[in-house]
């Protein structure tokens, strides 16, 4: 007997090229979309992300090219007009910024709209209107990583140290495998703010994303140098050399670590953990290790869920008003709780209470999202209670 096959679904025109782009690999990406390109003439996905292609490698004029034959083919293309006005802006043209103000107005307007109109408020010193742009955009796309760094940037400036951090440490748990800004960045605010062995971590983690990049690689080892941090230092140093065994400047530095670490002044072991030493616990190591951990397979099984809360335990006893670490704990609490989940909402009010004193807005988003989630699951689960057939009673 014979049956009628239906088609698989074909992917995408533009699926592989988001993918690469999506990856940091902008050139590879490209090759991909002008291969589809070469199959499909006119393809608006496509063109689209030629042009996108081209704009991460700071490629202007061939972006503009592919946006205007994309506009041919559909001139109503939000995304595409917005591109354009921002690539118009750059360039000084008279019209473009009231461009790209529409385009961000526009009831149809979606990430890129927003995210575009943010950049350019943000050159212009517009703060506090680029910051609800790109809030927007964040809220619209929330995996993109783009939005964080930026916010990261606007909160370095009004100098909220938290706040950047918290915000780029979003950003690394967003990016592709070959994409190191988000963590060069976080190792910048890191050594400004005197927390060298932080700093040197995530230089580590840039040069392991990026060990082809000699500018990465430099800033990283200097960040460990400084910070004594030479266990680190040979590891930086090892990975650039097997990308550049040919280098002089590495075999140098390699002498230098080897030096430092046969005269002792390798960093110093971490204390065992004890309740309030701060020193003993590396906070924004275990907060990062807990996002890692709750993002790997959702939905999060029970006992993952306690695994974290032992982790966030000994933030809280070091810093018991951190304001991610409590929202964390109040989500993890509700993962491996039960109806009605009145630890988690606890948890979530102290949350609120800790960004509130310390006028903290993402806390205080997060928080107050926990807390709606929590009231939305409860009345979900009396719902579903009260729909279930009640048993009969037996008769005595």
């Known amino acids: 007997m014979c049956y009628n096959r239906r088609p698989m679904a074909l992917l995408a025109s533009d699926a592989e090229g988001n993918r690469l782009l999506a990856a940091g690999m902008p050139s590879e990406a490209l090759k991909a979309f002008q291969s589809t390109l070469a199959a499909h003439p006119g393809d608006p996905r496509c063109l689209l992300g030629v042009a996108k292609a081209h704009m991460a490698m700071d490629a202007r004029e061939p972006a503009l090219a592919a946006l205007d034959e994309l506009l041919k083919v559909k001139p109503d293309h939000m995304e595409a007009r917005s591109h354009r006005a921002l690539l118009r802006v750059v360039k000084g043209e008279k019209g473009a910024v009231a461009d790209l103000e529409a385009a961000a ?34 809220r619209i796309e929330p995996r993109d990583p783009r939005p964080h760094l930026l916010l ?16 780029l440490q979003s950003a690394t748990q967003l990016v592709g495998p070959h994409v190191a800004a988000p963590w060069v960045a976080l190792g910048r605010v890191y050594l400004a703010a005197k927390r060298g062995r932080e700093a040197a ?10 060990a082809d990049d000699p500018a990465v690689g430099e800033e990283a080892y200097r960040a460990c140098a400084e910070a004594g941090a030479w266990d680190l230092a ?9 990308k550049n065994p040919n280098e002089a400047r590495y075999s140098t530095w390699q ?20 309740e309030g030493d701060a020193r003993s616990v590396d906070i924004d190591k275990e907060l990062i290790k807990v996002n890692e951990i709750l993002g790997r397979n959702p939905p999060t099984p029970p006992h993952v869920a306690r695994e974290c ?7 809280l006893r070091i810093n018991p008003t951190h304001g991610d670490a409590l929202n964390l704990l109040g989500l993890c609490q509700f993962l491996c709780g039960s109806y009605p989940w009145k630890d988690a909402e606890e948890t979530g009010k102290k949350a609120q209470a800790a960004a509130a004193a310390a006028k903290n807005p993402i806390w205080k988003n997060n928080a107050d999202l926990l807390l709606r989630n929590l009231e939305k699951k409860r009345a979900q689960a009396q719902k579903a209670a009260q729909a279930q057939p009640r048993q009969p009673q037996p008769k005595r």
């Open 105 to 138: 107005k526009d009831r149809r307007a979606g990430f890129a709209e927003h995210f575009n109109f943010g950049q350019y408020l943000i050159s212009a010193g517009k703060h506090a209107d680029a910051s609800r742009e790109l809030a927007m955009a964040q």
């Open 152 to 167: 990261a940037a606007l909160a370095q400036q009004r100098g909220d140290v938290p706040a950047a951090i918290h915000a």
């Open 201 to 210: 971590n995530a230089f580590h983690e840039a040069v392991q994303r990026r």
């Open 234 to 242: 040979l590891k930086v140093v090892l990975l650039l050399r097997q």
């Open 255 to 274: 002498q230098q670590v080897n030096q430092a670490l046969k005269s002792g002044g390798g960093p110093r072991k971490v204390s065992a953990y004890e």
């Open 309 to 315: 809360i032992a982790r966030l335990d000994q933030v």
